[in-house]
């Protein structure tokens, strides 16, 4: 688990990676908290987790419920998003390379917000059950030597 230190250091850089500069609010880092100490990751804990940092999103299961980032168009809203991101977390549960899932997590983004963050947070809940050390170094830093390390 991370030290109360380093779970604002972890929130607070996630925040800003969205734009959004300011003190983490106790709901993000207990959202966080409760995320990263979860045994196994459900869709429940991500709507637990979305809704607590971005109250009106939603998971995109609806017909029509599509969203683009920039020149990346995600998979049209429906119930496909449910299955895929289902699978999805079957594999993150599985120890799969945190890397490879955050990526195709944020491919898929299973939601109308808080994808960035709600991938950052997955990826941190198997980088601790994955013991991996690079968390330490904060997200960018860390998937920087991930991205090295998958060529």
């Known amino acids: 688990m991370l030290s109360d230190k380093r779970l604002l250091a972890f929130v607070k850089e996630s925040n800003a990676i969205e734009g959004i500069n300011r003190t983490p609010s106790r709901v993000e880092i207990n959202a966080t908290r409760y995320f990263l100490e979860s045994a196994e990751i459900k869709i429940e804990n991500l709507e637990k987790f ?3 940092i971005a109250p009106f999103a ?5 017909d029509g419920m599509d969203v683009r980032i920039g020149n990346h168009i995600p998979p049209a809203g429906g119930p496909s998003i449910g299955y895929a ?3 999805l977390l079957v594999k993150a549960n599985g120890g799969s390379n945190p890397y490879k899932i955050h990526c195709e997590y944020e491919k898929l983004h299973p939601f109308m917000d808080g994808n960035g963050r ?5 990826w941190a809940w198997q980088m601790i059950k ?10 960018l830093h ?5 991205t090295l390390d998958d060529r």
């Open 142 to 146: 860390a998937f920087y030597y991930q």
């Open 58 to 62: 939603r998971l995109r299961l609806e």
């Open 50 to 52: 979305v809704s607590a």
């Open 85 to 87: 991101l289902d699978e």
């Open 130 to 139: 994955t013991g991996n050390k690079l968390l330490q170094l904060g997200f």
């Open 118 to 122: 709600s991938g950052r947070v997955l």
